[in-house]
């Protein structure tokens, strides 16, 4: 079956990097787009980074120039590289897989929602 296991959270200060890993199984990540989202408390889950369809990657205007997306199928991983962080950027960190339904902004057309969640891994960044 799906899993999708995350690790490289952590605690960090204002400014440093931290970069996530999503190993999957039960699958082959080069036929299926990933994302990435994020949950703080008290807040809605929000999405974070994903795979558009041109190849590129779609990110939420918080995180554009500071996050990137990137995929090694030859270790079926998704990576997202965090730099200069903020304290907003401290929440829960998801890895998604297998596109539900997808949307169409600002020119690019990328995945959405996603069928299949990890169990996340927390980012905490201090001030």
């Known amino acids: 079956q799906v899993q999708l296991k995350e690790s490289g959270g952590g605690s960090v200060q204002t400014g440093g990097s931290l970069r996530l890993s999503c190993v999957a199984s039960?699958?082959?990540?080069?036929?299926?787009?990933m994302g990435w989202f994020r949950q703080a408390p008290g807040k809605e889950r929000e999405g974070v980074a994903t795979?558009?369809?041109?190849?590129?990657?779609w990110y939420a205007d918080s995180v554009k120039g500071r996050f990137t997306i990137s995929k090694d199928n030859a270790k079926n991983t998704l990576y997202l590289q965090m730099n200069d962080l903020k304290p907003d950027d401290t929440a829960m960190y998801y890895c998604?897989?297998?596109?539900?339904?997808?949307?169409?902004?600002?020119?690019?057309?990328?995945?959405?929602?996603?069928?299949?969640w990890g169990q996340g891994t927390q980012v905490t960044v201090s001030s």
């Open positions: 998604a897989t297998h596109c539900r339904y997808r949307k169409y902004d600002g020119g690019m057309r990328f995945c959405s929602d996603f069928r299949y």
């Open positions: 039960g699958y082959t990540v080069s036929r299926y787009s």
């Open positions: 795979e558009a369809d041109d190849g590129s990657g």
